[in-house]
């Protein structure tokens, strides 16, 4: 896959990638990493143990979005953890983007039926880091 590697790089208004916050975070994050694969690995990490996921998480204005947001509040939804983990990548000097999926659930679900009437979760977020050459 050919990636362009600068655009990926960039800050935008929800990947917020020089933010003080985020750009400190990141610092923290790969203080000790000499290898890019456990750099990426400590934000990933961080964002999945760290950052609670939260179905609730407010979702209405522009801000909410944004990673430093995310980063302050310490939760968020998939989307708003997946843009957290860009920006992070990004201030880290990663390149990254974000993906969206419709994920199947096939085993049972219960409380996710309840809230979405379905076993598919619409319009899931993800990351994805450009590593040595790869995504």
Known sequence: ????????LKPTPVIDSEDRSITE???????????????????????RD?????????????E?????????EGEGYCVQKAILLAALARASGLP????YMDLVIHFPFGKVAGTVGS????????????IEGQC
């Open 1 to 8: 896959m050919n990636l362009p590697e600068a655009e990926y």
């Open 64 to 72: 909410h979005f944004r990673a430093s947001h995310t980063l302050k």
């Open 96 to 99: 990254a983007r974000l993906g």
């Open 50 to 62: 760290e950052i609670k996921y939260s179905g609730s998480s407010p979702r209405y204005l522009l």
């Open 25 to 47: 975070k990141a610092r923290a994050l790969a203080r000790r990493q000499d290898k890019i694969t456990d750099k990426a690995q400590s934000l990933f990490y961080f964002v």
């Open 119 to 130: 076993n598919v979760l619409v319009y899931n977020g993800y990351s994805e880091l450009y």
